[in-house]
């Protein structure tokens, strides 16, 4: 059976973790590939909130298995505290959390070194959440990195010292002052690795190989967005992981031709945490309520978003890259009351008019070309059926699907599991 993919087209925090949980019951497997504890994946229901870093968005459910993959980086103490918060909820992970053996591990000093790095770039930095996800890929495609199946092996403790100590001297040639206590640090993080150890680890390609091989569905959730993509992002303002379709390929070991759909999840409008361009970015009070009315602030570090209006150049960009084949749109509640909607349908670059993404989308370069469309009024968010849409949003649907040439299937008008209509 083939391996569906479920991506951001965005720069993250378009509602993954909420598309996933709603979609969870028609799999037997939910795989994360790539990121790590940068991501913040939300879900609602019951009128309970749970925010997932690392663990994949099917945990809630009874019968999924949840695998965590090669591709992902893992910080053992944010895994415990997530861990620990599914135990205060009742919730029995033991018999459905898998993890890759081959999945790296987050060292406390790669967050010191995420930490050196960025306040070393001043001004140019990239907004980094801190979590130390730069520093462990970096270790990763240096060959020095450290994996969960080394932690089964005898002697991982003189390898994690050396690595250690290496990363101790790169703090210090960074040359600003950041205060550590790397005794305390260690406790919690050899702490965190015993309960780590208490969980299943597997050779996932080989699980994954066995389970397309006897039909189970397994879906591919992705982290963050295209558009933070290491090689096809806004660079040098990405994370460090492939989160594209092809991040899924590698980050689980699924061959390409065993992809079957890619679900793209996009929000009505666009956000963006941390430094890099964004061309449609708002400054007005039109941002100023896209970010309070859709409580843009983020999941993992509680910084406020910059929120803009839809570009479709570069929602074009990331759906050619992905291979999507159904359009998800999250938080079109957040669109209600707004006069007029814009869509950002090409760029002025440099005088011209262009519909691609170009090598460079800074404000000096790129300016964005709106068409307008009409907004609507209504409350959206205790809708649970397509045809009680608003016409306006309707014909906000059907442009979109025109210009992508991609069918939307579900419009989400809330945060809630119930807060899904299904489109056909
Ligand atoms: P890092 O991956 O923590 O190093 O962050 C690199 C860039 O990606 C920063 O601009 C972050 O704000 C952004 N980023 C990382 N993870 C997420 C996410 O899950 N949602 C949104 N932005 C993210």
Known sequence: MAVDLLLGLQWGDEGKGKIVDV???KYNIIAR???GPNAGHTLVFNGMT????????GIFHDDAINLVGNGVVIDPVIFKRELDKLDEQKVDYTSKLIISRKAHLILPTHRLLDAASETAKGKAKIGSTLKGIG???MDKTGRNG???????????????????NKHEAMIDFHNVDIQYDLDELEIEFFEAVELLKSLQFVDSEEYIFQA????????????????????????PFVTSSNTTAAGACTGLGIAPNKIGDVFGIFKAYTTRVGSGPFPTELFDKDGETMGRVGHEFGATTG???RCGWLDLVALRYACQINGVTQLMMMKADVLSGFKTIKVCTAYNYKGESISHLPFNIEKQNVSPIYTEMKGWAEDLTSMDQASQLPQELNAYIDFLEKELDIPITIVSVGPDRKQTIFRS
């Open 23 to 25: 979609l969870t019951s």
């Open 33 to 35: 590939f790539q990121g």
């Open 50 to 57: 749970h925010v997932l870093h690392t663990i994949p968005s």
């Open 135 to 137: 520093p462990t890929y």
């Open 146 to 164: 450290i994996r969960v199946g080394d932690v089964e092996l005898k002697g991982w403790k003189n390898r994690y010292r050396n690595l250690a």
């Open 212 to 235: 397309m091989k006897n039909n189970k569905s397994i879906l591919a959730e992705g982290a963050q967005g295209s558009l933070l993509d290491i090689d096809f992002g806004t660079y």
């Open 303 to 305: 910084r406020a978003r």
